[in-house]
């Protein structure tokens, strides 16, 4: 465990196995696919609190959230706990409103479901979505980009460089 | 590298309480290094035993920097450093300080700001309140202390800030609830906590209950080092043989030999004063070391050899 965490960069993000045990009172649950088994997971755990609110069918890839779940998240006393479970876009995506609102990266819980992630181009600043591959072609100006371990929270989006030197530019060498 | 001291006048001495007085330091030419809310300056006193070097809050305004305002209390046990400033220090008298340091600072992100103050706790908040009314962020003082004695500034924070002060004076029986008010505060609040040992533990007790995340509660180190049993200390390198009576620290035995060690807040928090240590018992009472570290490292600004045992630092 200790070697693994000792060739990570630190940026890169990790996710939880499971949900721990809480000792806090309220639990929003942010899901992106209730059928998920580890939603399922999540669900059957809810109703062990006193209160617990489970928000769905969220409306995330505009980069607006619902307002619904933006207030749940700003109306909160401290002391609740957050747990986000969906893919890595949905993932950050959440983690940026609630991170506003004034929440603590260890008052969440991120449960990843699915390899679905972000993938930012350092060269055009387009973000793309990309499985687990670790080279892509940047949509937006076809650079020949490796995808870095290096990760943004801000952006929610891992870094995407040029992977040959020699290759600088998108398309056919003219 | 020990920072460079600043030479400043006492221009003012201010009767505050029966036991609080606050004092304003000016520079002797110009005006003085800024700092931010929650610093704290290093005063060198001359008592008459030895040169003490004792923490305070800077409880000015940030922006002013033409003075800095400390307020003191004395302590019924002090071991001279609140007994001089309170019965030697007048005004006309220079002192010798170090530039500002901040363990203290409010946390830029926060959305609300708590602060709980008890008694002369309430010098960093002062500086907190200036700071917090210019960017008009979200805040709430409690402030409980003894009526008359160490109710410091209460009537200038009633008319400046009365929506957003609660006092709990212990004469009239006025009592902080701490369960009950940290159960109920917006997400992203910060709490800090300045005053005695005790409020501090019962607030980390009541936030605990409360399942705050130990990253929201900020809190400042109060007292400085308590005297215990006189004990001998060897410095290895140094080849050298150390007393170090009751009333006095290590690190203060340590800098009157000559051996200078960086520090900033001399009471246990900072870890700024780290030293390591070769043989010996150990009392440790720091509150920033690891158990694990604790087993080679100590703390001298608080922590002290155990009488008896023969205590060897790697200095």
Known sequence: METECQNRLPSQPSYAQSIPKLSSRVLISMIQDAEHPKAIELLSMVNALPVSKVLTNIQWEAGVIDPVVSDALHSTSVGSHLAICGDERFIWACWSVASQAGWLNDEMTLLKTEDVRNLYCVHCGHIQAISTQTEAECQSCQVQLFVRDHFSQRLGAYMGVCLDANQPYGGEVK | ?315
């Not at chain 2, 992100?109 to 103050?117: D, E, G, N, T, V």
């Open chain 2, 1 to 315: 590298m020990m920072r460079s001291m600043i030479e400043v006048e006492v221009t003012k001495v201010k009767q505050i309480t029966d036991v609080i007085r606050e004092f304003t330091l000016s520079p002797m030419t110009g005006s003085l290094p800024g700092f931010s809310s929650g610093s704290h300056i290093q005063l060198h006193l001359p008592t008459s035993v030895r040169v003490l070097k004792k923490a305070y809050s800077l409880l000015s305004d940030p922006a002013d920097t033409s003075s800095y305002r400390i307020a003191v209390r004395l302590q019924e046990h002090s071991k001279g450093g609140s007994r001089f400033m309170h019965e030697r220090l007048s005004e006309g008298d220079h002192l010798h300080i170090t530039p500002p340091a901040n363990l203290f600072a409010p946390n830029s992100f926060a959305r609300h700001h708590l602060m709980i103050a008890g008694g002369i706790g309430i010098t960093p908040f002062l500086s907190y309140l200036a700071e917090f009314q210019r960017q008009s962020k979200s805040y709430e003082l409690h402030y409980a202390y003894r009526g008359g004695v160490t109710d410091a500034y209460v009537t200038d924070l009633r008319q400046a800030f009365s929506a957003k002060l609660h006092t709990y004076d212990s004469n009239l029986e006025q009592r902080l609830d701490l369960d009950q008010l940290l159960s109920n505060q917006p997400v992203g609040t910060h709490v800090y906590v300045c005053g005695p040992e005790r409020l501090r533990l019962a607030v980390q007790e009541a936030a605990t209950k409360n399942a705050w995340s130990p990253s929201r509660i900020h809190w400042e180190a109060f007292a400085g080092a308590e005297p215990g049993q006189a004990f001998q200390v060897e410095l290895a390198r140094l080849n050298k043989t150390l007393e170090v009576s009751a009333d006095e620290s290590l690190l203060e035995a340590l800098e009157a030999s000559g051996v200078e060690i960086p520090n900033l807040c001399r009471g246990g928090v900072c870890g700024q004063c780290v030293t390591t240590y070769l043989e010996g018992e150990v009392e440790h009472r720091d509150a920033f070391l690891s158990q694990a570290d604790q087993s080679q490292q100590l703390m001298p600004c608080v922590s002290r050899g155990r009488c008896g045992s023969r205590l060897v630092l790697d200095l």
